[in-house]
């Protein structure tokens, strides 16, 4: 079966930086999103990778490894506003998604 | 610009009733996606259009139906509520290629008792 590994809850300080992993066994690979989803709103996308390596953007960066089947989410300079859940996504080999269930991030002052 | 719309925001049905909610897009993306979501569950895909009269069944399609006339519209039909159907449902719409992310409504509230 298509399975996506994301830890259920994360709790940082505001200022720090903190890393959500990402594990994924799926048919197929062709690319990995993370979206953020602040409570009773629409996911909203953050990054893509399709290749090995880290994209940046701005506070977030994120990183794949086909290899390992491995992704992380790094948030850098935490703000209050950056509390959500960070859903990890990939698309199969027809092309479909397939999510995470979803890390909650708890930002603390 | 609205960029995808559904509607209702949330409803209470009662069991073996039915409903429709509605999902339209300004964007003119081809693709298009029902989605549930629950407590400790990804999103689990219902149906999917990848263009207009195209549709095709998803990981939990059991119980729903979906129609796609046009490019802007995708309705999602519950012929026969249960309450396993309580649940957020997420309309999605993405144009085609590689690179290409999803655009979320804002959800659709539903709890049937």
């Known amino acids: 079966g298509q399975n996506i590994d994301q830890p259920t809850e994360m709790t940082a300080t505001e200022g720090a930086i903190v890393q959500i992993n990402c594990t994924y066994q799926?048919?197929?690979?062709?690319?990995l999103f993370w979206y953020q989803q602040h409570a009773g709103e629409a996911p909203t996308f953050l990054s893509y990778?399709?290749l090995d390596g880290l994209e940046e953007k701005g506070r977030f960066s994120s990183f794949l490894s086909r290899s390992k089947g491995y992704s992380y989410l790094l948030l850098k300079e935490l703000q209050m506003k950056d509390s959500a859940s960070y859903l990890c996504?990939?698309?199969?080999?027809?092309?479909?998604?397939?999510w995470g269930a979803g890390t909650k991030l708890i930002i603390k002052p | 610009t609205a960029g995808i719309t559904q509607a209702p925001t949330s409803q209470i049905l009662a069991a073996g009733r039915s409903m429709t909610l509605r999902c339209t897009q300004d964007?003119?993306?081809?693709?298009m996606y029902w989605y549930r979501q629950d407590l400790g569950l990804g999103l689990r895909l219902i149906h999917y259009?990848?263009?207009?009269?195209?549709?095709g069944k998803g990981e939990v399609p059991d119980g729903y139906s979906v129609s796609r006339a046009n490019t802007d519209d995708f309705p999602l039909t519950l012929a026969s509520a249960v309450p396993s159907q309580t649940s957020v449902y997420f309309c999605?719409?993405?144009?085609?290629?590689?690179?290409?992310?999803?655009?979320f409504g804002q959800g659709t509230r539903l709890t049937v008792v």
């Open positions: 999605a719409s993405s144009p085609q290629g590689d690179r290409t992310e999803a655009f």
């Open positions: 964007m003119r993306h081809n693709a």
């Open positions: 259009s990848n263009t207009a009269g195209t549709t």
């Open positions: 799926t048919s197929g690979f062709n690319g």
């Open positions: 990778n399709v």
């Open positions: 996504a990939v698309r199969d080999s027809n092309y479909q998604l397939i």
